[in-house]
Structures are given as structure tokens and as C-alpha cells.
């Protein structure tokens, strides 16, 4: 019987030549490809945010009749001036009625806030439905800010999202959508996971959350739950 003949043993240096010209780039595609597949899998489980702002309430005060402005007790030049701070209740506008009506009409701020346009001056003549004043509620009452018009279906109302003020470190509060604007809006929107802007999306309405200090103009980040379409 013939011996089986004695295999030549190949030098380390050779079998690592092997290993790296051969095996090694199928290796390194694998592992690529894994790894590719985890960020695309977690990119969705990311909670993107953008940035929003808080709102409060806006108030014209218009006249319900045609006739002339008259002046205003306890103003300067008889009429409210522009940023002066009004309570509600208070009298916003007096209109002397038509001609051969000898009486005026008082209007009252129907909301706390700050005089912020002054549209009618004493001895002017308005129509019905002009403005007078407009007045800006002291007081927030929403958080607004916008999402990307891209295709993909909006977050709902009623969706849990959370807040936090700018600048103002990692304390997050959370909040509630209370509706999706239909119409498509120009507005600068950053996107605070991959820091893009686009200048077109739907417009968010957001509750205050209680535990932040909030007032009137406020930047916050609002952030959306894992997977939102961003």
C-alpha cells in the first residue's frame, strides 16, 4: 500500500496572504452591509424635533357701526398707545354714532394684554367691521411650529410630543398636538436631528405644558415621537 503523501505545511506568512486577498474583502462587505442596516434601523427610531414658538391669543377690537372715533379717558392724545397694557374690561375705543344719533358707544378689551397696532385715531370716521386696536393676551396659550410638507402623513392630533425651552438644557415637559394646519405654509424649519432646513410646512398647534416657564414669543424645541416622517 502507497503512503499518502506528506502535505507541504504552508508558511504563516503565505496563509495570511491567502486569508486577506480572499476572505478578508467579503468580510469587510458583510460587516458594511450590517452596519449599514442598524443605522437605517435606528435613523426610524430616532425622535426627531424642530424648533416652535409660543403663542397667545390676538384680539381685534373692530367697530360694530359706522361713526367717529372719539377720544378715551385717562389716555394720552385719548387713545390707547401702541405696546400700553390694557385689562380686560377696560375701554378700548368710544365711537360717537352716526350723524343725528346723540350718543356714543364704548368698547371694551374683552382679554388682559398689550396694545400692539392702533389702527384709528380720535375724530376719525370708521365703518363697521374696521379695527380700532389689536391686543396680544399677556398670557401664552400654545406652542406653534411646523413640519416638513415632504409626502409623508402628519403626526396626528392627540399625539404625545415633549418641550423644552431653548437654551435652557435637557429638561423636557410634555405636551399634546391639538391640530394640523391643511394649508401648506412658508416657514423657516430646523431640524434638530440632521440640522436641515426646508422653507415649506404644515403648521403644529401644541399645548403649554405646566411646568415650563413660558411666556409670549418663547423659542422651545419640540420633539416627536420615534419614527415621526421628518
Known amino acids: 500500500m502507497n503512503a499518502r503523501p506528506e502535505r507541504i505545511p504552508i508558511p504563516s506568512a503565505q496563509r495570511w496572504e491567502n486569508f486577506r486577498e480572499r476572505a478578508l474583502p467579503a468580510i469587510c462587505l458583510a460587516a458594511t452591509l450590517a452596519a449599514c442596516g442598524w443605522l437605517w434601523q435606528q435613523q426610524g427610531r430616532v425622535a426627531p424635533f424642530v424648533h416652535g414658538e409660543v403663542g397667545a391669543e390676538i384680539v381685534d377690537i373692530r367697530s360694530p357701526v359706522d361713526g367717529r372715533l372719539e377720544p378715551v379717558e385717562g389716555q394720552p392724545g385719548g387713545q390707547w398707545p401702541l405696546f400700553g397694557k390694557v385689562s380686560a374690561g377696560v375701554t378700548a375705543a ?3 354714532l352716526a350723524v343725528g344719533e346723540d350718543s356714543s358707544l364704548d368698547l371694551s378689551a374683552p382679554i388682559d394684554g398689550v396694545v400692539t397696532k392702533v389702527s384709528g385715531l380720535p375724530g376719525q370716521w370708521v365703518g363697521r367691521g374696521e379695527t380700532i386696536l389689536q391686543i396680544a393676551s399677556s398670557k401664552p396659550t400654545f406652542i406653534t411650529c411646523h413640519v416638513p410638507d415632504n409626502g409623508s402623513k402628519p403626526p396626528e392630533p392627540g399625539t404625545m410630543v415633549a418641550v ?7 429638561r423636557w415637559a410634555a405636551a399634546e398636538i391639538e391640530g394640523i394646519g391643511p394649508i ?3 416657514a423657516i424649519i430646523y431640524d434638530g436631528t440632521s440640522g436641515g432646513a426646508t422653507t415649506r410646512g404644515l403648521p403644529v ?15 422651545v424645541d419640540v420633539r416627536f415621537p420615534p419614527g415621526t416622517p421628518m
Open 94 to 96: 368710544r365711537i360717537a
Open 164 to 170: 423644552r425651552l431653548r437654551g435652557g438644557g435637557n
Open 184 to 186: 401648506v405654509a412658508s
Open 205 to 219: 398647534r401644541i399645548t403649554l405644558p405646566t411646568d415650563l416657564p413660558l411666556k409670549p414669543g418663547t423659542l
